[in-house]
């Protein structure tokens, strides 16, 4: 069993506990990765296990249903001693009408159900206290229960199979497609193709492609590019890459994840890289996302690096979650490119305009790396007496990386213990709030370089919720805002203004610590 790394851990952490779904999204997506590769928490009880739970509590009831469909997929790998039993019935206490669950989420709680479940009567047991039968029928059911385990107690013979690949019953095909896909069972593929004289696969793929659900057509995709590595040839048959661009967003992401991990493909259609390239600005987000995620698999390439750089240069990117993939990935190859290098470089030089707080996380989780000490001694970045300087061109400019930590830990350990201490508070606070939003553009104005816009206006629409909020909800509010500010003040510390930004948060700390008292 290989650890799973602190520096991946602490990357992960940071999407884990903002507030963006995409964000949220990719962070489970990472943590899944490291699963499915054999990664795992320690054996025993450790603080980012604990930690790691309380974010699975609170994904668990995120609104949006993909970030929920993707938890359920870890869980189908993620197995805790510790805690396997909550785990579960928190799983199915969010079966379906309570947050609307969709059809394709109530069988992944059922494929969740299945794999900690040691028994038939277990399993029904399970099923019966997140009412999931009365949305799934028994052949959806049994798929689903025997898509992550050699299930002995489902039994699935050829005729389910068959019938799994009717267009009306969309449900059966995307787990028949989970089944055949899934790389933890070789036991159980091996029993399927005996049963079906081995052409099971191929057949299963190129019938379900031409599906009327557009989401099994993902699945199937999705299917195709978790096999056989990053080979494109076993697909191209069915789908050629100059008919692939006209497929739907959804289908086009898995086909990209597919075709951007393939070395040998991309290296003999350098055109075909070109028209994805021009036609990156119109494509739908999710599309780019599976480019990223293909190359991210391939690492690096020569004929990745200019058009990665350039879809960084270009600056037409806005999307949080794929701006942080791609500097993900200039990191990841630092060590190849010169240009990557400069990147990043240019990126931590300017890291108080960067345009996303993530990206920001991200670069400063780097600089505490020990690849990222590397990095500063080989960009001519000196430490003197706790503050770092870039040497541009005969200009220092002071970049305040770990400037006054002392002083930054203690102000998050005094956020910390306010945190603690709101649960017996009394928050009917109605006129003081007003206060607060009158100290706070007090501080701003009086400290106009040292914020963005978007900080402030997000720490004004926090209170603004905060005073809006009913006063049963108040705890809550007051909750996310002190986090809040422990964000911003962790942003702070790789940024020049870190002094000024420190005391403005001291400032709000202090004011919002007699609330309530």
Wanted: aromatic share 10%.
């Amino acid at each position: 069993m290989r650890i799973i790394a602190v520096d991946d851990y602490a990357l992960i952490r940071k999407k884990l506990s903002g507030n963006s779904p995409k964000l949220i999204k990719t962070g489970v997506q990472d943590m899944l990765h490291l699963l499915e590769n054999g990664r795992r928490f320690p054996r025993v009880a450790n603080s980012e296990r604990q930690e790691f739970h309380t974010f699975i509590a609170e994904i668990m009831k995120n609104p949006d249903d993909d970030v929920r469909k993707w938890l359920y997929h870890l869980l189908c790998i993620y197995v805790d001693p510790i805690d396997d039993a909550k785990l579960i019935q928190d799983t199915i206490g969010n079966v379906p009408v309570e947050v609307q669950e969709s059809m394709e989420n109530v069988s992944w709680i059922a494929a969740v159900c299945a794999v900690h479940a040691a028994t038939q009567d277990e399993f029904d047991t399970l099923v019966k206290a997140g009412r999931i039968q009365e949305y799934l029928t028994s052949p959806q059911l049994k798929l689903a229960a025997s898509a992550f385990r050699e299930n002995p107690f489902h039994t699935i013979d050829k005729p389910m199979l068959e019938a799994a690949m009717q267009p009306d019953d969309s449900i059966s095909s995307i787990w028949l497609t989970k089944i055949f896909s899934n790389r933890f069972l070789p036991i159980l593929q091996r029993t399927y193709y005996s049963e079906t004289h081995g052409s099971v696969q191929t057949d299963m793929f190129v019938k379900l492609l031409k599906h009327p659900d557009d989401v099994v057509r993902k699945y199937v995709m999705w299917a195709f590019a978790q096999e056989s590595g990053g080979n494109l040839v076993s697909l191209i048959p069915y789908v050629p890459p100059q008919d692939a661009l006209s497929l739907e967003p959804g289908v086009l992401k898995w086909y990209f994840v597919k075709m951007f991990q393939d070395r040998n493909f991309l290296e003999h259609n350098v055109d075909l890289i070109q028209q994805v390239k021009n036609g990156l600005p119109k494509m739908k987000t999710n599309v780019r996302e599976g480019i990223l995620i293909g190359c991210g698999k391939l690492g690096y390439s020569d004929v990745l690096e200019d058009f990665l750089i350039d879809w960084e240069i270009d600056a037409w990117e806005t999307d949080e979650n794929l701006l942080l993939r791609l500097y993900e990935y200039f990191v990841k190859n630092i060590s190849y490119s010169q240009d990557f290098f400069e990147i990043v470089k240019s990126a931590i030089k300017n890291m108080d305009t960067l345009p996303s707080e993530s990206l920001r996380l991200f670069l400063t989780e780097f600089l505490n790396t020990e690849e990222g000490k590397r990095f500063m001694d080989k960009a001519n970045i000196n430490v003197y007496g706790g503050n770092v300087q870039f040497n541009m061109g005969g200009k220092n400019k002071q970049f305040n990386y770990s400037a006054n930590r002392e002083q930054q830990e203690l102000l998050l350990h005094k956020i910390e213990e306010l945190k603690k201490g709101l649960e017996q508070r009394d928050y009917d606070i109605e006129e003081r709030l007003d206060l607060v939003m009158e100290h706070i553009t007090y501080e701003i104005e009086h400290r106009p370089p040292t914020i963005e816009t978007s900080q402030i206006q997000e720490i004004l629409d926090k209170l603004d919720e905060l005073k809006q909020a009913k006063p049963k909800d108040r705890g809550k509010h007051l909750l996310g805002f002190l986090s809040l500010l422990s964000n911003l003040l962790t942003i702070a510390s790789a940024t020049p203004a870190f002094p000024e930004i420190q005391a403005f948060v001291s400032n709000i700390v202090h004011f919002v610590g007699s609330l309530g008292g």
